[in-house]
């Protein structure tokens, strides 16, 4: 089973910073926080991955708290085309990443 | 940038019928996975696969699947005799080293349509 639990859906108006939480509270010292979306149908896209440091990529922040039980993926300015399901996900190790049901981003006009 | 490519985009078969489904992931990757996703639902896992052999399989994974990877390049999905319930999108995916902090990328899917 996933080791992540994410509100279902959200809604953010276009051009709004778009901030999608993610609880993790069983994560382990060496699993890394991974986070994908899901445009439609096509596949999973890669956006940011942190361990316990707040990253930052041409795409999105990551906020991981201090204790590493939860995590916020920030999206600055959300444009249409950010509509998509997030999914927040915690590596074990090397061989499989597990998805949870992820959260329905709508970006509203 | 590289990215993983699946072939077809789109299967229709008829049950009972054997399906190839492939994959080129990214060059100078080693690990090499199979999710697939029923409509509505969630991705799962399937197979991971390293140093030609699986590596770690889920239920879903059963004696009907197999992988293998026939060249240095292609990475297939077969499934031996489809079932309706076998109606999915099939994604590949792989990733360069076994690291945690590494990132595994995903291919953009092939539909199957078993009728």
């Known amino acids: 089973d996933a080791k992540t639990t994410q509100p279902p859906s959200m809604d953010c108006a276009e051009g709004r910073a778009a901030n999608l939480p993610c609880n993790h509270s069983?994560?382990?010292?060496?699993?890394?926080v991974y986070w994908y979306r899901q445009i439609h149908s096509q596949g999973p896209q890669y956006i940011i991955h942190g361990l316990k440091n707040n990253e930052t990529n041409e795409m999105a922040s990551l906020i991981i708290t201090e204790d590493r039980k939860s995590s916020t993926l920030i999206l600055p300015h959300a444009t249409l085309r950010d509509t998509a399901v997030y999914y927040c996900?915690?590596?074990?190790?090397?061989?499989?990443?597990?998805f949870g049901t992820g959260t329905r981003l709508k970006v509203l006009a | 940038e590289p990215e993983v490519t699946q072939t077809p985009s789109h299967q229709v078969t008829q049950m009972g019928q054997e399906v190839i489904l492939r994959c080129v992931p990214i060059s100078n990757h080693l690990y090499f996975y199979w999710y697939r996703q029923i409509l509505g639902q969630k991705v799962e896992f399937l197979v991971s696969f390293y140093n030609n052999e699986i590596s770690e399989k889920s239920e879903i994974f059963d004696d009907q699947f197999s992988v293998e990877r026939p060249d240095g390049s292609n990475f297939t999905l077969k499934i031996r005799s489809t079932k309706l319930e076998d109606s999915a999108m099939y994604f590949c995916a792989s990733r360069t080293t076994g690291g945690a902090g590494n990132t595994i990328y995903f291919g953009e899917g092939s539909w199957l349509t078993v009728v």
């Open positions: 996900i915690v590596s074990p190790g090397t061989y499989k990443y597990i």
């Open positions: 069983t994560i382990s010292g060496n699993e890394y």
